[in-house]
């Protein structure tokens, strides 16, 4: 009996969890965004990435944001949950890293002046939170920095 309350629970709260995650639609979305401006712009011969992690899920674990590789220098900061980060970049092709439990990795390239957004998405892991990254398209990448606060943020001396 005490298995079937467990089991009900559970479903309830992947259930929720997903329902939680759900967008509304495109329409909605850019009623929304009307007067959004995103927090930092390129500057001059430069791009601009945003990094979101729009979960509630593992939301006490860090997921850490490095650009082209996995040394300490190269870190731009990390999100909790419902945060989001960004960070200027050369034009060109790059490589942006997640540490979580695991390590996510995704190519992205970005012409100058231009504006790209990466997701991190939350998973189950074995002893905390695990994460995978994804591109996404302007108009759910603003949606995201809109309702997500800003993660920390390391400025390089």
Same mark, same amino acid.
């Given at each position: 009996?005490?298995?079937?309350? @467990?089991?009900?629970?559970?479903? *309830?709260?992947?259930? *929720?969890?997903?329902?939680?995650?759900?967008?509304?639609?495109?329409?909605?979305?850019?009623?929304?965004?009307?007067? *959004?401006?995103? +927090?930092?712009? +390129?500057?001059?011969?430069?791009?601009?990435?945003?990094?979101?992690? +729009?979960?509630?899920?593992?939301?006490?674990?860090? #997921?850490?944001? #490095?650009?082209?590789?996995?040394?300490?220098?190269?870190?731009?900061?990390?999100?909790?949950?419902?945060? @989001?980060?960004? *960070?200027?970049?050369?034009?060109?092709? @790059?490589?942006?890293?997640?540490?979580?439990? /695991?390590?996510?990795?995704? $190519?992205?390239?970005?012409?100058?002046?231009?504006?790209? #957004?990466?997701?991190?998405?939350?998973? #189950?892991?074995?002893?905390?939170?695990? /994460?995978?990254?994804? @591109?996404? $398209?302007?108009?759910?990448?603003?949606?995201?920095?809109?309702?997500?606060?800003?993660?920390?943020?390391?400025?390089?001396?």
């Amino acid at each position: 009996m005490n298995n079937k309350y @467990h089991t009900n629970f559970l479903l *309830f709260l992947l259930f *929720f969890l997903s329902a939680c995650s759900m967008l509304p639609s495109k329409e909605e979305m850019e009623k929304q965004l009307v007067n *959004f401006k995103l +927090p930092s712009k +390129p500057k001059k011969n430069k791009s601009m990435i945003y990094v979101v992690r +729009p979960s509630a899920l593992g939301g006490l674990i860090r #997921f850490n944001v #490095f650009l082209d590789n996995k040394k300490d220098s190269s870190e731009k900061g990390w999100n909790r949950s419902m945060q @989001h980060i960004y *960070f200027s970049v050369t034009p060109g092709k @790059h490589k942006i890293y997640s540490k979580a439990e /695991n390590w996510a990795e995704i $190519d992205i390239e970005v012409a100058k002046g231009q504006t790209k #957004f990466i997701k991190q998405n939350t998973e #189950f892991g074995i002893i905390m939170a695990r /994460n995978s990254l994804e @591109h996404l $398209d302007e108009l759910n990448g603003k949606y995201y920095v809109k309702n997500t606060s800003q993660g920390e943020i390391l400025t390089k001396k």
